[in-house]
Every structure is written in C-alpha cells, then in structure tokens.
C-alpha cells in the first residue's frame, strides 16, 4: 500500500508540474495567439464572409450570395489577364533571383579578404523601401532625361521607353525587384544552407579526383536541394504578390502592361469601395496561391534531397 501510495503522489505531482508548464507556455503564447485571432484569423474569416455581400464601407453589408463570384468568373475582363501577368513577372523574376541569390552566396562563401565588407555591400539594396528604390529606379529609367538613356544616347544605342513602354515596363519592374532582392535574405539563407555542408564530404570528393565543378554538382548542389526548396515556396508567394513597385512606379501602365492582381484588388477595395468584391478576388487569389504551393510540395519529393534521411 505504501509504494503504491507512493507511486500514485509521484504521478500527481508530475502531472502537477506537466500542467503547470502548459498553462506558462499557453500564457507566454498568449500575446501571439491574441494577435493572430484578432489581426490574421478574425479579418481573415470576415472576409471570406464579405465576399457573398455587396459592401461598399458606408452601408452595411448586402448579401447578394455568389453574384461576387460569378462576376469575377464570368464579367471581369481584368481578372484573367492580371493573373496571367502575375504569373508572367513571376516566372521571369523567381528563377532570376533564386539563381542569382544562390550564385552571389556561393561567392560571398569563399574564404578571401573583405568578405563581411562584400557581404554588407550586397545586402544594403534589400534594406531600401521598395517605395523609394521604385522612385529612384523611375528617376534613373525616365524616357527623356534619366541617366540610363543618357548613357545609351551617347553611346549610340537606341533608349527603351522603360517604365513608359509596353513592352519594356514589366521586364524593367523585374530588374528592379532584382536589385533588391538577389543580395537579400534569400542570399543569407543560402549562405546558412552552404556552411551547412559537411566539409568531409567534400575531402571525400576530393580523395576520388572530383574536380571544382564536380564537387559543385554532386555534392553542393544536391545538399542545397532543401534551401533551394525553401526559397522556391516563399519566392513563389512572393512574386505572386507584387503590388508597390508596380503601383508606385507604373499604376499597373502604360495600358494595362503592369496591371497585376495586386493592383486590381486594391483598385476595388480602396478606389472604388467595393470591398465584397475585392474580398472575392483576394480569395480567389489565394486559393491559387495555396493550390500552387501544394503541387510544388508534391513535385518536391522528386528532386529534393535531405542528406540526413539517405
């Protein structure tokens, strides 16, 4: 009776302690979780409930069912080709900045002199305000007098219209997302993923005559298949985010050029008041979003390599 006594206040007590550690991490947790249900989740869920309503901010909601959806679907002459546009800046600007971020990151590696100077030269760009790096960058790519077609003029090169051409202004909205985003966290984060890489697996390679490039492609490249994953899945969500280069330096022109998602949610939630219907959007773009983060989770498996579970 006594050990089993014994047994049974050694159980409560731990139990105690268990439960006492539990409610310390829901109360250090509390403030997270508090914003989160009142800043993400409730605002979130509002939403989704705004798009079955015609809401305008000054009257109260009037619920109209699907009509939201069904105009975006069916009426919206915009909606398709701002998500096609989206698309496009993405597939131009995610494989530039990954492959440019993992390139810088492999130099920045290196062991030479200046590297921490080298380092903070490349991510000064990321800590500019896209707001100003867009004005700098109009300034720089103005048709007439901007010192890009300055130079080119007197170099007897024909000057693009930039930001002021069709055909040039997305492509010119990629560049300058590059200049700020190829030196940036997604550079760190490669920098993490190759001081991650065990050195003796690079004497291994060594030892069986594997050259500079070699050692690159079989062993650096395949261990940084996770890093490279992750900045993938949030390079991807970003991309298809863009909205401020494009609002502050072209209002999605000249003609529609630049017109992206981004912009035609904010035109109808914040220009014209039609927030039901700009909820609608905003959900129909994000169940893309989230449907496209899902296959490329799925198509992960196929070329993604974690070293620790071989």
Aim: proline share 5%.
């Amino acid at each position: 009776m006594t050990t089993a006594a014994t047994v049974s206040t050694a159980r409560r007590k731990r139990w105690t302690a268990m439960r006492r550690e539990a409610w310390w991490g829901y109360f250090f947790m509390a403030p997270w979780l508090i914003g989160f249900i009142g800043l993400t989740l409730g605002p979130g869920l509002a939403s989704l409930v705004l798009t079955l309503t015609r809401y305008n901010v000054l009257r109260p909601p009037e619920f109209i069912g699907l009509d939201n959806y069904v105009q975006v679907l069916t009426q919206d002459e915009l909606f398709y080709p701002s998500i096609a546009r989206t698309f496009y800046f993405a597939a131009l600007f995610v494989p530039l900045a990954i492959g440019g971020s993992l390139l810088v990151a492999v130099l920045l590696n290196s062991k030479v002199n200046g590297t921490v100077l080298f380092r903070t030269l490349f991510f000064v760009p990321s800590l500019v305000p896209v707001v100003a790096a867009a004005v700098l960058w109009g300034w720089l790519f103005n048709a007439d007098w901007g010192i890009v077609n300055q130079g080119l003029r007197a170099l007897g090169i024909p000057a693009p219209g930039w930001f002021s051409d069709r055909q040039w202004a997305l492509p010119t909205l990629v560049l300058m997302s590059l200049w700020g985003s190829v030196g940036g966290t997604r550079m760190i984060i490669f920098l993490a993923g190759l001081q991650g890489v065990p050195e003796e697996l690079y004497d291994a390679a060594a030892i069986d005559g594997a050259n500079a490039w070699q050692r690159a492609r079989h062993v650096t490249l395949p261990l940084m298949t996770p890093t490279i994953f992750f900045n993938l899945i949030l390079g991807v969500i970003g991309a298809l985010q863009v909205f401020t280069s494009a609002f502050v330096a072209t209002r999605g022109g000249p003609s529609y050029a630049t017109w992206f998602i981004g912009l035609h949610i904010y035109k109808h939630a914040f220009e014209y008041f039609n927030m039901g219907y700009a909820c609608t959007l905003a959900w129909l773009f994000a169940v893309v979003i989230i449907g496209l983060t899902i296959i490329q989770q799925r198509l992960s498996s196929r070329w993604v390599f974690y070293y620790g579970e071989q």
